[in-house]
């Protein structure tokens, strides 16, 4: 599993570590922008995917945010490029399905993987969750 099995990696030339710089990097909205939230819940951890510009509320999922070590050591990368395509469970915004792509990490500052957020549903990446 890869992250070219759901969308292309878009190598940039400036590092982007927000949401705002990823969205002018490529040039397109920041609702076109999504973030993946790796948090701990018991013991476990997991992923969401959701817009750039929402809040995840993590106390009602009764979890807390993973600290930047945990993220590199659970998915392989770091905190502002992690993929949406992990060996973790990764949960995705219902409201995201229906758009036609959009832009997350791509592994590290200087990548964004375009995607469509309903080939990570079909391919059993993710699972559609109302956030």
């Given at each position: 599993m890869g992250l070219e099995d759901v969308g292309e990696v878009v190598k940039l030339e400036v590092p982007v570590r927000t949401v705002r710089e990823a969205a002018r990097a490529v040039g397109v909205g920041e609702d076109k922008i999504i973030k993946t939230i790796v948090v701990s819940c018991g013991g476990e951890f997991r992923a969401y995917i959701l817009r750039g510009n929402k809040r995840l509320d993590v106390k009602s999922l009764g979890c807390r945010l993973a600290t930047p070590e945990e993220v590199l050591s659970v998915t392989g990368y770091?905190?502002?490029?992690?993929?949406?395509?992990?060996n973790i469970p990764v949960f995705i915004d219902e409201e995201l399905l229906n758009e036609d792509y959009v832009y997350g990490g791509?592994?590290?500052?200087?990548?964004?993987?375009?995607?469509?957020?309903?080939?990570?549903?079909?391919?059993?990446?993710?699972?559609p969750v109302a956030l």
């Open positions: 770091p905190v502002g490029g992690v993929p949406p395509v992990l791509g592994g590290d500052d200087h990548s964004l993987l375009r995607f469509k957020p309903r080939v990570l549903v079909e391919k059993g990446f993710a699972k």
